[in-house]
């Protein structure tokens, strides 16, 4: 639905982490689950790769929110996906940063 959406909306901004939580339940906050959480899993890679193609196509930002903006790994996938909004705590800023210059 991503093309749709993508001819009515001035944006996107996706929060990964909840998605991948709503897709896999499990609590976050369990120290033995958390790691199944993982926004980094191949179906939401290829929803956020969808979501991002369809914005490009229809020339709106999209950004990305949360836990997943502020993992260095994770970013370097995101913005080799063209991603080029990220929004995190001001503390991550200068290790992403980092990630990204290497």
Do not use: Y
């Amino acid at each position: 639905m991503a093309e749709v959406f993508a001819r009515e909306a001035d944006f996107f901004s996706l929060g990964p982490t909840t998605s991948s939580s709503m897709h896999w339940p499990i609590d976050r906050t369990s120290r033995t689950l958390a790691a199944l959480a993982s926004p980094i899993r191949s179906p939401i890679i290829r929803l956020i790769d969808t979501v991002a193609r369809a914005a490009r196509a229809a020339a709106i930002p999209v950004a990305i929110c949360g836990a997943m903006a502020s993992d260095p790994l994770a970013v370097t996938l995101l913005v080799g996906l063209g991603l080029r909004e990220l929004s995190m705590e001001a503390a991550a800023i200068p290790e992403i940063k980092e990630a990204l210059r290497r």
